[in-house]
């Protein structure tokens, strides 16, 4: 099931597409990215692009090195993993002020739709996680002629 996450908005693009807004549920196109709900006290921020060719969903952590993160696919849903450590001094220590997030997160998506999940791709660029998603070419729609044999 997918958590919904405040209000879900549609749009009518001019194409007369329709476009479902909102963080729990994203389809553009062919392509939906459900918002899987997790056990995760923190759950870093994320946007879903679509361009011609792919998806991309982004995630910002920011001060998480890259060999701290692990992406995974699992059949049609993607688990994104990891831990965003301390940077203060071990032991006693007095916090006037502390709206930071530390320790582990997570974030699941399961994605629906004209997308290659064995071709997904992740990398790490200035504290936002870019996972690229291929899209195939739309199979609906194309004629495609069936010879009549006799007998």
């Given at each position: ?108 998506f399961e ?29 609906r729609g ?10």
């Amino acid at each position: 099931m997918s958590r919904k996450i405040g209000g879900s908005r549609t749009r009518q693009k001019s194409s007369g597409e329709v476009r479902e807004a909102g963080p729990a549920a994203r389809r553009t196109g062919h392509v939906l990215l459900l918002d899987l709900p997790v056990d995760s006290a923190y759950q870093p921020p994320s946007d879903v692009v679509e361009v011609d060719d792919t998806v991309r969903v982004l995630l910002e952590i920011p001060g998480v090195p890259a060999a701290s993160v692990q992406v995974r696919v699992l059949g049609n849903r993607i688990e994104i993993t990891g831990e965003k450590a301390t940077d203060f001094p071990a032991g006693e220590t007095s916090f006037l002020c502390l709206e930071r997030i530390f320790g582990k997160f997570q974030r699941a998506f399961e994605v629906r739709g004209s997308v290659n999940l064995g071709e997904v791709t992740a990398r790490m660029a200035n504290g936002i996680l870019v996972i690229t998603i291929p899209k195939v070419a739309e199979r609906r729609g194309l004629e495609r002629r069936i010879p009549v044999t006799a007998g």
